[in-house]
């Protein structure tokens, strides 16, 4: 299909091939190696959306990631992203875009009112107008702002693509593959140098891909694809196109993201869609080249003006003429030869030179062309609503702050150039203190604090000449430091075009008392007339008018403006840009979408999930799982229509009046060795362990060193000096850093080794009164009566050849053992107890059964021992030994910690024997008190009393040691409920311990 | 993210590491008299330098040791690391 403003040959494209795409609804045909701005400019197109704040048309004004308006909202297969930039998106088959910010269309814009009200819309317009009434901000204003500053649509629908990351490492990243990036590659890699070069366009080679020089006897894309292709046949070198290093974090970490399948056309199943790239760098070379800048005249902001070199971008990489009637508008000599690349495909120009004259090579050239060159000429403003029609241009004045005459100029494009910004972006994140140099106004890198180099026209080196020479040079120098192979190479001789030094001059007058918009920030929709503002309201720092102005801000990061907008800064107080300063640069460089940052932790990846040993039984029997930090444990049983509610209690009950079966593989257990063992674990817990005899478990508790109950368990003496520790599920690897903590740091001199034993031991805990009925079938030859497993006694026994370790400890509160075995022989074990048990009415029960048995009998869990409180508030003060220091004692003397009415646990019962207790909720003394009702404490565990068959909960209050029969009140705000409650003892059965003795 | 050389098993990133805070407190001896002041200034006082700090790092994702890091925390530089039982 015919292509307007095509080129019949030229550029990198494969014009064998033609692609279709849709652009509002209207399908255009473009080629492969085509972007989506170059398709588009092929067919004429240059209004590709609406600006942000004033609504006005905005076309494509530059060819790579520095592009502020070509922002899209992108579709293919099904899938739609937002504010994809049309320069960064390669033309593949069934892409359909539509444009943003716009209704109805982005012709017709209702939106494009607000240019007519733009007065009312200053900087700060956010701070000053929509400050009252409050309650508008919610209703009002903040819906308008967002429709009306609207970016594209956010998907619904889960993300279909793979995301994936990958660590390296290497000697030396190469970051950018221009002519100084490549040549410094080339130079450390032959040199023995493990690199990496990076370049984030589709293509290598930067520069070198449009100008017109020649490196030893080639053209300089001759020169990029042999260099590239010897790059990569090395070993010890990684060629990636399409990679954006996008941030340069610590210890040389930089981050990069490479795109990998959204070129492709038949991509294979299972690509990733990007791939994230975390680097470890012994050295960085930072060759990222540098941006033009523009310059800033009246309505400077139409489709159809863009900047000079990347109008020649997309005539020389692309075949696209984004203009054939063009104006070259510059203060500087390299615009020339967008003029000459212009006149060479038949196209004349007109160029306006903001210097007097200018004596460079190029220009010579340009003249002897016969191209038409105004010296001493700006342009004072522009016309055409949807695209750039004509200039108003006028030759400048002795003061350069107004014009001698008028003139208007027909045009269909204005090619713009206000010299080169170095992207020092990198260099800067990585700690880099930037310098001015006065002589080119640019930042440059100056004094490094992480190993990078930065080199070629990003560190200020214009020339071929001598990008090419630093970069042979530094690639060597630096990759010699690492590897001393001292193999170094020769520079080749280059050719280029003479440029020479350009106007100090970007803001052009606005013609006589005008008040037109000239824009320095196309993304953020800031004029000259903001800036001016926020200077003339005070704003003095750069960070303040910057955040006043919006300025820079978003993904732009004023890649384009900056500059600009600290000359004009500068001008306006009067001094020179380095005292201004500049603002900082944050990554990410260009925007990463949050799919490639999150990579593969998404879903069931999202974290690692544990699982007991027994948990395919588990699942075999209809459990009903719940999560439990990492680990999944059953949390109830299911039989056919049961609620949870009733299968816990069915669960619970059996374990009163028969006998039940738990697994607690995901308690933590924590093996304990060393003569010092005992000596440690006393100082651990609060209470006695020296004297634990062998064969015995007991209950400690632990706190940390502020005084607060740390955590709680058995720990039993398998020999003299070998101990078993165990931990709640949640506090395991807290308790074994703890120890670690203590054994290595604090007291070393202690012989002791921990280690945890979590996952190599299968826990079950059979309870109930039927439980030693049951171990005795289980184990027949041993003795498991009361005599020979006392209560907290401890034994191993033999199971077949299956070694057991039983301990015989309750959390039920029942008659019970906890049986451990060797992880692979957990199912074995668990099948085992449930044949043997089956005429004793064993049932399963899970963490929902667990907890109404464990609140029931006043055990303190989680949920009270939740960092915030000490061993009175649970009643665990009785464990707290009179007669040795341990770990947080010192802590406990502390006046607030022996307050009389101090929180304490309590066992709360609604007095209606009926209405349950929502956990987390206040008690009070008066429901009806007005606001702030005085908060005596909070329901912590609420249950349904399978003993009593009415709900009963666990509370920590204020004085609860003297509360015992008061009425209060429990409230919960969130489900809006009042219920009159009773204050009885934390222990609601079998306060006396008979059963778990028995 | 920082790049951390263990003393036990050589360099590795941070994510495998878990922060310790200052290393030069001293826990007070067991079964000592503590005055109020001490104790205080051992659970819960420390300083905030910026420039170089001795702090302790637990290797947590790999051989679970404790040791010090010599670190500056303006420049996020690591002088030194070394075991607990080595001084910078």
Redesign the interface.
């Given at each position: 299909m015919h292509q307007e403003f095509r080129t019949s040959s030229g550029g990198f494209i494969d014009r064998s091939k033609e692609i279709s795409f849709i652009f509002n609804g209207k399908k255009y045909y473009g080629h492969r190696g085509d972007t989506l701005a170059s398709a588009l400019l092929a067919n004429g197109i240059h209004l590709i959306g609406r600006s942000f704040k004033y609504h006005r048309p905005r076309g494509i004004f530059a060819a790579g990631v520095e592009d502020a308006n070509g922002k899209v909202q992108l579709y293919k297969d099904n899938i739609t992203e937002p504010n994809v930039n049309v320069t960064e998106v390669e033309l593949v088959e069934g892409l359909r875009i539509e444009s943003q910010n716009c209704w109805p269309s982005v012709g017709f814009d209702i939106g494009g009112i607000n240019n007519f009200f733009s007065r009312f819309f200053p900087a700060g317009f956010y701070y000053k107008t929509f400050m009252w009434p409050k309650s508008f901000w919610y209703y009002v204003y903040e819906p308008f702002i967002r429709k009306a500053a609207g970016m594209g649509k956010a998907p619904l629908d889960p993300d279909p693509d793979r995301y994936e990351h990958q660590y390296e490492h290497c000697d030396i990243l190469v970051v950018g593959s221009g002519p100084s990036g490549i040549a410094s590659a080339l130079s450390a890699a032959k040199n023995g140098a493990r690199v990496i070069l990076a370049e984030d366009k589709s293509r290598f080679g930067g520069s070198l891909l449009t100008d017109n020089v020649t490196i030893g006897n080639k053209n300089g894309d001759e020169w990029v694809e042999d260099s590239i292709a010897e790059l990569e046949s090395m070993p010890n070198v990684t060629v990636r196109k399409r990679s954006q290093v996008f941030g340069y974090y610590d210890h040389n970490m930089l981050v990069m993201f490479e795109r990998c399948k959204d070129h492709l056309k038949n991509p294979a199943p299972y690509t990733p869609r990007q791939r994230l790239w975390y680097i470890r760098a012994k050295h960085v070379i930072i060759s990222t080249g540098s941006i033009e800048r523009p310059l800033i005249f009246a309505n400077n902001d139409r489709p159809g003006i863009m900047l000079a070199n990347s109008a020649r971008e997309y005539l020389k990489v692309y075949g696209v003429l984004p203009g054939k009637n063009p104006i070259v508008f510059t203060n500087n000599d390299t615009a020339y030869e967008t003029a000459i690349e212009f006149k060479a495909k038949g196209i004349n120009t007109t160029i306006l030179d903001t210097r007097k004259s200018s004596n460079a090579g190029v220009v010579q050239e340009a003249k002897n062309l016969g191209i038409e060159i105004k010296f001493n000429h700006g342009i004072a403003n522009t016309s055409g609503y949807k695209k750039v029609n004509s200039a108003t241009i006028g030759e400048l004045n002795n003061t350069k702050d107004g014009y001698k005459n008028l003139q208007t100029l027909p045009c269909d494009s204005i090619f713009v150039s206000g010299n080169w910004t170095p992207t020092v972006h990198l260099a800067s994140q990585s700690g880099n203190k930037l310098k001015y140099e006065v002589e080119t106004d640019t930042f440059l890198p100056h004094q490094s604090r992480q190993k990078e180099t930065v080199i070629g026209s990003a560190n200020g080196s214009f020339t071929l000449k001598e990008s090419l020479a630093d970069g042979f040079k530094k690639g060597f120098q630096i990759s010699d430091e690492i590897t001393k192979n001292s193999k170094e190479l020769s520079v080749p001789i280059s050719d280029e075009k003479d440029f020479r030094l350009h106007d100090k001059f970007w803001c052009m007058p606005l013609p006589n008392n005008k008040n037109y918009k000239r824009f320095v920030d196309f993304q953020n929709d800031v004029a000259v007339s903001d800036i001016q503002l926020a200077v003339r309201e005070g704003f003095r720092s750069i960070e303040h008018v910057k955040r006043y102005t919006t300025l820079g801000m978003a993904t732009d990061q004023g890649k384009t403006s900056n500059l600009n907008g600290l000359q004009l800064v500068s001008d306006l107080e009067k001094k020179i840009v380095p005292e201004v300063g500049h603002t900082t640069f944050r990554p990410p460089y260009t925007s990463v979408t949050i799919g490639t940052l999150i990579g593969r932790e998404v879903g069931k990846n999202y974290q690692a999930t544990r699982k007991s040993p027994m948990h395919e039984w588990h699942e075999k029997n209809n459990a009903v799982f719940v999560d439990a930090g990492l680990w999944l444990r059953p949390r109830y049983y299911n039989r056919g229509e049961e609620t949870l509610d009733e299968a816990s209690k069915r669960e619970a009950l059996n374990v009163r009046q028969n006998v039940g079966i738990c697994d607690v593989s995901s308690l933590g257990k924590i093996d304990i060795k060393g003569k010092n063992s005992a000596e440690f674990l006393n100082r651990v817990y609060t209470n006695a362990f020296l004297k634990l005899p062998i064969g015995k478990a007991r209950y400690g508790v632990m706190l940390r060193e502020d005084g607060m109950v740390f955590d709680d368990g058995t720990t039993t003496r398998i020999s003299e000096n070998h101990f078993h520790m165990t931990t709640t599920t949640a506090q395991a690897t807290n308790v074994l850093s703890h120890l670690e903590y203590y054994l290595q740091v604090v007291w070393p001199e202690l012989d002791v080794n921990v280690v945890s034993t979590t996952e190599q031991w299968a826990g079950m805990a059979i309870a109930g009164p039927n439980s030693r009925a049951l171990l005795k079938k289980l184990f027949p030859h041993d003795d498991v009566s009361n005599e020979g497993l006392p209560f907290m006694g401890f034994k191993e026994f033999k199971f077949k050849n299956i070694t057991a370790r039983v301990f015989r400890i309750s959390f039920s509160g029942e008659l019970a053992f906890e049986v451990n075995v060797m992880s692979d022989y957990g199912e074995e074990m668990w099948n085992e107890i449930m044949v043997l048990g089956e005429d004793l009415g064993i049932q399963p029960y899970g963490t929902e059964a667990l907890s109404t048995l464990r609140i029931e009998m006043g055990h303190v869990a989680g949920s009270e021992i939740d960092g915030r409180t000490i061993a009175y508030d649970l009643s665990l003060e009785g464990m707290l030994s009179q007669k040795k220091d341990f770990i947080g004692k010192r802590s406990l003397t502390r006046k607030a910690f022996a307050e009389k009415d101090r929180e304490k646990i309590v066992g709360v019962v609604p007095l209606d024997k009926k209405t349950s207790i929502p956990e987390g909720s206040y008690l009070v003394e008066n429901a009806k008190a007005s606001f702030p009702n005085p908060k005596l404490g909070h329901v912590s565990a609420s249950c349904w009393s399978v003993e009593y068959d009415n709900p009963f909960s666990l509370a920590i209050i204020k004085d609860g040691k003297n509360r015992k029969g008061e009425k209060l009140f429990a409230v919960s705000p969130l489900k809006n409920i009042v219920i009159p409650v009773v204050i009885i003892s934390q222990h609601y059965v079998d306060p006396e311990g008979k059963r778990v003795r028995s | 993210?920082?790049?951390i050389k263990c003393p036990y098993c050589g360099n590795r990133?941070q994510n495998e590491f878990?922060y310790?805070g200052d290393a030069t407190v001293k826990?007070?001896e067991?079964?000592s008299m503590?005055s109020d002041q001490e104790?205080d200034e051992?659970?819960?006082y420390r300083k905030n330098p910026r420039g170089n700090h001795l702090e302790?790092w637990?290797h947590?994702s790999g051989c679970?040791?404790?040791f010090k890091v010599f670190r500056n925390t303006a420049?996020?530089e690591?002088i030194q690391t070394m075991e607990?039982?080595e001084n910078p």
């Open positions: - | 993210m920082l790049e990133s878990a310790g826990r007070p067991l079964n503590i104790w051992f659970v819960y302790l637990h947590v679970r040791q404790w420049t996020h690591i607990m039982k």
